[in-house]
């Protein structure tokens, strides 16, 4: 009997709410926490910047700049809002953002990051690829066994150069008289050096939204992806070096 | 589950059967598309992850009355006198309890998510790396609304054949396959409730879905241990009895030569099998008698199949039935 009562209501909801959902959709979807309406409200975007270069970095006059800082400045810009920037660690920052205590954090996060299940993730608006880059004379058919290659250290990629059989050399600073190095595509290219199809990590970059405020969410999506497009985003990374 | 063999079947019913076959692969195949359309469209949604399993789950059935239909085909040997029976009816108690233990497991992720009060965060339609300028929910629905289409056209089919061929676990499969209606419906409000602010709607939706796949799970249990335990024959999908041992027994006492008798009879899926146990008036052309009466018996119904019949001393207990 249950069933029954359920197969006639439950489309019949279905439909309702489809309606109501397609009359409002302009504001499709809505956040649960206002953090959208608060923010425009009070003209104020409240951002948690984690230095990490070259997406954040925080400046002499503790102005956070950046890649991303940029971008974000470009969002709430484009919003009319005034951004307040909140400085600190990765785990207060992201913890005041899971309260609903800040509305965007930036720090060269990636779609891996474990938090993703407790905040909200922006769709990857840049894709960083690590690889090994050549001088010219020896790009085809590169490999890297017992090579010794130059990276900076902090980077993750030593096991993985390791692994693929190479020497890493840890250096403070990669420069262009160099010939063996692993780094970033774009970083790569500005050494004037040349990409080998060895590719050692991907990081697919993100920002952090409050979880569950959608409509946030789906407004910083919209515009990374109108915005922060591949060749944008180089030469952000190129300009801040 | 326990096909007649298709000798014993009228040409009509021998077709349904050859079409069984290809419903429960077309089955198989829809789901299979189902299941790549929801991976690719599921990002964060709980709901659409429960329907996801959901769906996963549904491929079992077709796939154990694909095996079942090969399997009883083999003849019985001097190892399994009886043939292969019991080990089909095993096989659908072991995918009932898998079903079942899997709706606790969807129900437990629902329910934490709610206590946990988790906001899920839907975005932009982002795949493999690559994202779109429209909401994850726009893409979400038409997925579920695909995942629904199939499964009910192909239920409603199967289930009006399960009565016509009397299989109780088509029956059962067919039915989780009607109900996909409410596992995609309830995801779709689920969505759109999270779209309008209430974070905790497509929780709730998994929550929902979960005790469906629940109820099926008991379904399929208890149809798989009736079948095991020897159950009297009942209508297919009612709890009535389908009084054919009375039949039996109103048939069998016209026959002079038959003093007393009484039928026991149990369900095998498709098949009924049993005992008509007789008292016969005199011993004389007795074995002509026994096979009358087995020819009258197997009259009655068309599943009556592996009947035997045993006479007894008119004074046997066993010609009472229990009360």
């Not at chain 1, 500005?190 to 920002?207: H, I, N, S």
């Not at chain 2, 598309?33 to 789950?57: F, H, K, N, P, Y």
């Not at chain 2, 239909?69 to 399994?80: G, M, S, V, W, Y």
């Not at chain 2, 108690?93 to 906001?119: C, D, N, P, R, W």
Request: overall charge neutral; glycine content about 6%.
């Amino acid at each position: 009997m249950l069933q029954q009562m359920a197969q006639l209501s439950l489309p019949r909801a279905a439909l309702a709410l489809l309606a109501l959902a397609l009359a409002s959709c302009e504001r499709y979807p809505e956040d649960p926490e206002s953090s959208l309406e608060r923010a425009l409200a009070a003209d104020e975007l409240r951002v948690g910047a984690i230095s990490s270069e070259p997406w954040v970095k925080i400046g002499e006059a503790g102005q956070p700049m950046g890649v991303e800082a940029a971008l974000i400045s470009e969002f709430a810009r484009e919003l009319g809002l005034e951004i307040k920037w909140k400085q600190g660690g990765a785990e207060e920052q992201l913890d005041a953002l899971e309260r609903f205590e800040l509305d965007v954090v930036i720090g060269g996060l990636t779609r891996a990051n474990p938090w993703r299940k407790r905040v909200g993730f922006t769709a990857p608006y840049y894709t960083s690829h690590w690889l090994i880059g050549v001088s010219p004379s020896k790009t085809s058919g590169f490999d890297p066994s017992g090579v010794t290659v130059r990276v900076r250290s902090g980077n993750g990629l030593i096991r993985k150069l390791e692994k693929k059989g190479a020497v890493p050399k840890i250096v403070e600073a990669l420069g262009p008289m160099d010939e063996l190095v692993a780094a970033e595509a774009w970083e790569i290219a500005k050494l004037g050096l040349y990409p080998t199809d060895v590719e050692l990590r991907k990081d697919r970059r993100a920002m952090a939204v409050a979880p569950g405020e959608n409509a946030l969410l789906t407004r910083l999506d919209k515009f990374l992806i109108e915005r922060a497009d591949k060749d944008r985003v180089e030469s952000l990374l190129r300009a801040a070096d | 589950m326990t096909a007649l063999p298709m000798s014993r079947l009228s040409p009509d019913k021998q077709s349904k059967m050859k079409s069984l076959a290809r419903l429960e692969w077309a089955t198989l195949a829809f789901l299979v598309s189902i299941i790549v359309v929801m991976s690719l469209t599921m990002g964060s949604s709980q709901a659409m992850r429960t329907a996801w399993m959901e769906d996963l789950l549904s491929l079992v059935p077709p796939l154990c009355i694909l095996i079942a239909l090969r399997i009883e085909k083999r003849p019985a040997n001097p190892a399994h006198p009886y043939g292969y029976r019991r080990a089909m009816l095993l096989s659908f108690l072991g995918a009932a309890v898998a079903i079942l233990m899997f709706g606790l497991f969807m129900l437990y992720e629902s329910a934490s998510k709610l206590i946990t009060q988790h906001h899920p965060s839907l975005g932009a339609y982002t795949i493999f790396g690559h994202s779109w300028s429209v909401w994850s929910g726009w893409v979400m629905i038409p997925a579920l609304i695909y995942s629904m289409i199939p499964p009910i056209i192909l239920g409603r089919v199967k289930y009006k054949l399960a009565k016509e061929l009397h299989l109780q676990a088509l029956a059962a499969d067919a039915t989780m396959n009607k109900d996909d209606w409410l596992t995609a419906g309830a995801a779709i409000v689920g969505i759109l409730g999270v779209g309008m602010g209430l974070w905790w709607a497509d929780a709730v939706a998994a929550g929902v879905i979960a005790l469906n796949v629940l109820h099926d799970g008991i379904k399929h249990m208890k149809n798989s241990l009736s079948a095991l335990m020897d159950h009297r024959p009942m209508e297919i999908d009612g709890e009535k009895p389908l009084k054919l041992e009375e039949r039996i027994r109103d048939e069998v006492l016209q026959m002079p030569a038959i003093s007393r008798v009484r039928a026991r009879l149990r369900e095998e899926g498709q098949t009924i099998s049993g005992e008509i146990l007789v008292a016969l008036v005199n011993d004389r052309q007795a074995t002509r008698a026994l096979g009358e009466v087995l020819q009258r018996a197997r009259e009655v119904d068309w599943r009556l199949h592996d009947l035997v019949v045993v006479p007894v001393e008119p004074s046997d207990a066993r010609l009472e039935p229990p009360p």
